[in-house]
C-alpha cells in the first residue's frame, strides 16, 4: 500500500505547475506527478479531482501496463553512483530500448515489486511504462543522440 507521504513525493514542488502540486483524482484512480514520473493508485477519496487535467486522453494514448505481455517486464537495473557518461547533467541508464535517468529511476525503485517495461511506447521518447504492487505509472526516457 503506498502512503501519502509517498505519493507525495512524486509531485511537483514547484510554484509555477501548482495543478500538480498534490495528488489527485480522476475516474477511479489518484494519480501524482511532477512531469518527469507519473504513477497512479486506486482512487483515495481524500484527494480532489483536477479539471485542468485530462487524465483519459492522456492515459489511453499510451501502452497500458496490463497489456504489456510478462515478457517485457525487468527488475529495475543497477543504478550508477555518480559513475558513468553525464549528459547534461544526466546519467542515463539503458532499459530496453529507452535511456532512463539514473535519478528517476532511483526514485521509483523502492516502491513495492516495481517492475520496468523493455517495450517502447508509441514513439521513440515516449513514456516508458512500470508497475509495482498497488499500482502502476510512466517514466519520462531521456532524449539523447544515439551518437552520444
Known sequence: MINDMVLRSFCAIDNCRKEINNPYNHGDYTYATDGWILIRIPKIDKYNKNPSINMDYFWKSIKLP????DAYWMDIPEIPNGVGKIIKDKIPVLVGYNYLDAKLLQRIKYLPNVKISTVVTYSEYGPVPFK???GDGIIMPLRISKKE
Not at 66 to 69: G, K, L, R, S, Y
Open 66 to 69: 496490463d497489456i504489456i505481455p
Open 132 to 134: 509495482f504492487e498497488g
